[in-house]
């Protein structure tokens, strides 16, 4: 008996830090379904499991969703989209194929922003050729405007390993947060190894 | 016919004398002589008279109007391809016991076979009633009517939305000032501008700047059409259902908060009543009501509202000498283009309307009631005028339904455009067939082809030869890769994604080892 409400105990608290927020310390870290590690120099915020909208996902945030974010995507299969959507909805984001071309990519990750998160203005600044998870690589910089009317910038790191997406990307507010996350987050992306 | 029936000849001379007109017989015969001579590109099968009467419309461009109890549930036997719009009309109609007549050259009234052929007296009066009386705005109305309008207009600004044709937005201008000269209004009390958008929509602001999307005006087919939904939101203006709105809106959440309050308050008695009262529950509103409310308000103007809108757009339109016909085209056209069922979002627009059926059909019953002798003097359509100051704007939309991921419509629009074999448009139908599915062979192909079409032709777009490049490159063709990327490059050296494109370039000649398809060389 005693050992039945250990297990029921602590599939609770289990349940719970899938619930809630949980800190990231500095150093090495599984992220994205324990997909890729990465090595933040700071603490951050881990959105709780539960609140992902696919198991290939994880989000990251330091002072809160409103102003900044960093989204993990690990092992994105052939043939998945980077968001959950309805099968029937007319407006689809493109599902990732390996064998995408740079602006395949780009345009899946501005449809991400135009269909999945009802961005009013996307625009382009750069895309240019990085090194991610030691392949060749997309980096993809770009500005938009939420629902919200707030203007975000974004920087988007992909690169396809053995036939599956994986993905890094910033996003702050214009004013501030943007450029105050891009060093430790350019430092994390060229921390990231596939594991 | 049904008379006394109010009308005007034209806006400059509003007052008639009683006068008499013989049965509308004579005047449709010679008018109808143009339609006539329209066939029926596809059967009418048999069905329901009035599907089948809207199919007719679509085939011929004739508009059908009738009273709505004229036609129930009434069947026909169709009619084959080929026959003339005149005999189709007659063909469907046969064994139904009603027969028609043209009001135009465009239009033609359904009526009940022992309609007589009486003489009509035609009473002249104002074709244009005068204004509803609505008290002025107070300062507490007023503030919140330019918050609003303030509102509305920035999210326009920030994002981006207007379309910036001039010239378009100053067509658009002079057909609202020829409407507005019906009834002497001043023609600079509206400003219409375009703005970009995937659904058909237009709408008015209580401080007189109209709307329009460009899907909507890619969807008309004449200036009539356009002059129609001008005129509906010109009245949404000039008849101020916005405050009329407003107030509604106002009664309505009071309604809600007493209705509301009833509810807690019989809630609080029952359970009072059975000893459950808690020391918690009061007659409190929840705001969740409030919102529904505000919500409600805001999908539309009231059934009234429309219905007043829809009259007096169709009183201006003749006044302002279009032929009538386009209101009822420009309705048929936007419900085309609406999936049933489909709520179309934002909603307090047009054609997002839930009701598009009831106002066709309130339309027809206008023109087929009341206004029935205004409509014979027929008027200008100006399709061709129409048509030449949306030429430029097809492709955009093309481009607007891509952005938004609607490859489905994109690919319908773009079939639709005339003459759709310009490098742009070879270009656009490459980029639907590469986005709808990125990265399949099948899609990939079609993509190529189309780009391969579009760099052959005059001033094509410098993406289409990136985009070349990138799929001769996945298809380890890399000296036509190379050449298609120089290309790019010669005519975009600036290009944000310039940096990515020049690495392909310094890739070694043959290309890489570790370039599979895919992301980067």
Not at chain 1, 48 to 62: G, Q, V
Not at chain 1, 162 to 168: N, P, R
Not at chain 2, 157 to 167: I, S
Request: charged share 20%.
């Amino acid at each position: 008996m005693r050992i039945l409400i250990l297990i029921i105990a602590s599939a609770a608290l289990g349940g719970c830090a899938a619930l809630s927020y949980t800190l990231v310390n500095p150093g090495a870290a599984a992220v994205a379904n324990a997909s890729m590690t990465i090595s933040p120099s700071g603490e951050w915020n881990r959105a709780p499991s539960s609140a992902e909208p696919t198991r290939n996902e994880e989000n990251w945030t330091r002072n809160g969703f409103m102003l900044d974010r960093i989204q993990f995507v690990g092992a994105l299969p052939d043939g998945q989209a980077l968001v959950k959507q309805r099968e029937k909805a007319d407006r689809q984001v493109p599902t990732f194929h390996p064998t995408m071309t740079p602006t395949d990519l780009t345009s899946m990750v501005e449809s991400m922003y135009r269909i999945g998160g009802r961005a009013k203005v996307f625009t382009t600044t750069s895309v240019k050729p990085v090194t991610f998870l030691g392949q060749n690589g997309v980096q993809f910089d770009y500005d938009f405007v939420g629902d919200d009317d707030i203007r975000w910038r974004g920087r988007s790191v992909m690169a396809v390993a053995s036939g599956k997406l994986y993905l890094m990307t910033l996003n702050g507010t214009s004013l501030h947060y943007f450029d105050a996350a891009l060093p430790e987050f350019n430092a994390m992306v060229a921390s990231a190894a596939v594991r | 016919v049904r008379a006394p029936v109010r009308w005007a000849w034209s806006a400059a001379s509003r007052w008639l004398c009683a006068c008499t007109l013989s049965a509308l017989t004579h005047i449709p015969v010679a008018l109808s002589q143009t339609e006539a001579s329209t066939q029926l590109a596809v059967d009418i099968a048999p069905q329901p008279l009035s599907r089948a009467l809207e199919n007719l419309a679509h085939q011929s461009g004739l508009e059908v109007v009738y009273l709505s109890d004229v036609i129930q549930d009434q069947t026909t036997q169709g009619a084959p391809a080929g026959t003339a719009a005149r005999d189709a009309l007659a063909q469907l109609l046969d064994g139904t016991g009603l027969t028609f007549r043209y009001l135009n050259a465009r239009m033609v009234r359904i009526l009940t076979g022992e309609a007589p052929l009486e003489t009509v007296v035609v009473i002249g009066t104002r074709l244009m009633p005068a204004r509803p009386a609505v008290a002025a705005p107070t300062d507490a109305e007023r503030l919140r009517l330019t918050a609003f309008d303030e509102e509305i207009e920035q999210r326009i600004a920030r994002g981006q939305l207007l379309y910036g044709r001039a010239e378009l937005d100053s067509y658009l201008q002079r057909i609202a000032a020829r409407l507005l000269s019906a009834d002497g209004s001043e023609a600079g009390c509206v400003g219409v501008r375009v703005i970009k958008g995937a659904d058909a929509s237009a709408f008015a602001l209580s401080n007189g700047s109209i709307y329009v999307t460009t899907a909507l005006l890619e969807s008309l087919g004449s200036e009539a059409e356009v002059a129609a939904v001008l005129g509906h939101e010109i009245t949404h203006y000039a008849n101020d259902h916005v405050l009329r709105g407003l107030r509604e809106e106002d009664r309505r959440t009071l309604v809600a908060r007493s209705a509301s309050m009833l509810a807690w308050l019989a809630v609080g008695v029952a359970e009072k009543h059975a000893g459950l009262a808690s020391p918690h529950t009061t007659a409190q509103v929840p705001d969740q009501v409030l919102r529904m409310w505000a919500r409600a308000s805001m999908t539309g103007y009231s059934e009234n509202l429309e219905r007043e809108a829809d009259d007096r757009s169709v009183r201006r339109l003749i006044a302002a000498g279009y032929d009538a016909s386009g209101a009822v085209t420009a309705l048929r056209h936007l419900s085309e283009q609406v999936p049933p069922g489909r709520f179309v979002n934002p909603p307090p627009l047009y054609a997002s309307h839930p009701q598009l059926a009831r106002r066709l059909s309130s339309y027809r019953d206008l023109l087929a009631g009341r206004l029935a002798t205004a409509v014979a003097a027929g008027g200008e359509l100006r399709r061709s005028e129409y048509a030449a100051q949306i030429a430029g704007l097809h492709l955009d939309q093309v481009a607007i339904l891509l952005q938004a991921g609607d490859f489905d419509r994109a690919d319908t629009t773009l079939d639709a455009v005339i003459g759709a074999d310009s490098a742009r448009a070879e270009f656009l139908r490459g980029e639907i067939a590469r986005r709808r599915d990125p990265g399949a062979p099948a899609g990939s192909a079609r993509a190529l082809a189309a780009y391969e079409r579009a760099v052959r032709l005059p001033d094509p777009p410098a993406e289409a030869f990136r985009e070349q490049g990138y799929l001769y490159w996945r298809g380890g063709d890399f000296a036509a890769a190379r050449a298609a990327f120089a290309s790019y490059l010669a005519r975009a050296p600036q290009a944000a994604d310039a940096p990515m494109v020049r690495s392909y370039l310094e890739q070694p000649p043959s290309g890489s080892s570790s370039t599979k398809a895919g992301a980067a060389p």
